[in-house]
């Protein structure tokens, strides 16, 4: 089964940008990238996905290294409600875990005022 | 609002007592997913079905048993559950397993409490 790897937390000021790293180094060929968040006392909600190309949307930029072994979740302005904890996941294409989503620690963000 | 409606949001039962968690979704979405989250710990997969087929027992215990009686719908049965079962207990529906480039919507969970 493909695996994350992220840092615990990180920390950023409001209105800077964040960056959330995953390593991700036994990402098979056809593994989507997805990132949810979860805020607090909610269940977690899709923030984006992707699968080789650079990603955007309204709430964030998925940047994919080339050779698809990291990626990198881009908040442009933080805000104080994007203080959730943030999960890197590979939506496998095959065995045992084909199509499930199985979340890993994640990266506690914190943001300051 | 997701989509993704879960009842009760709270609920506390004793050991000996039997209940249901209910989870709906009208996305119409063919595979839909039970998770438990402890207390600072990460999701714990614990049942998938795909077109309302079970595709996935994440070694529960047989005191929680799930039901999918269409796609629309997924229920999970609780019988003489442990205190160590506390727990959110998350619904997320998605397109299929095989739609792995769709996204997976999540309810807003039951807060249960074991007494």
């Known amino acids: 089964d493909a695996k994350t790897t992220q840092p615990n937390s990180m920390e950023s000021n409001e209105e800077e940008p964040v960056h959330l790293p995953c390593n991700h180094s036994t990402i098979s060929g056809t593994d989507y990238i997805h990132w949810y968040r979860q805020l607090p006392s909610q269940g977690p909600e899709y923030v984006i996905h992707g699968l080789t190309s650079n990603v955007n949307n309204r709430m964030a930029s998925l940047a994919i290294a080339e050779d698809r072994k990291s990626s990198t979740l881009i908040l442009h302005r933080a805000t104080l409600r994007d203080a959730a904890v943030y999960y890197c996941?590979?939506?496998?294409?095959?065995?045992?875990?084909?199509?499930?989503?199985?979340f890993g620690q994640g990266t506690i963000l914190t943001v300051h005022p | 609002e997701t989509g993704v409606t879960q009842t009760p949001r709270h609920l506390v039962m004793g050991m000996t007592n039997k209940k249901s968690l209910k989870c709906e979704q009208h996305l119409g979405h063919n595979a839909m997913y039970w998770y438990k989250q402890s207390a600072k710990k990460p999701l714990e997969l614990m049942f998938v079905?795909?077109?309302?087929?079970?595709?996935e027992n994440n070694s529960v215990p047989s005191r929680f048993s799930p039901e999918c009686p269409n796609s629309s719908h997924l229920f999970l049965h609780l019988h003489t559950l442990q205190p160590e079962d506390s727990a959110l207990y998350l619904c997320?529906?998605?397109?299929?397993?095989?739609?792995?480039?769709?996204?997976?919507?999540f309810g807003q969970g039951t807060r249960l409490t074991v007494v």
């Open positions: 996941i590979l939506r496998d294409s095959g065995g045992t875990s084909y199509g499930k989503l199985t």
């Open positions: 079905y795909n077109f309302k087929e079970q595709t």
């Open positions: 997320a529906s998605s397109q299929d397993l095989g739609q792995m480039n769709t996204e997976a919507f």
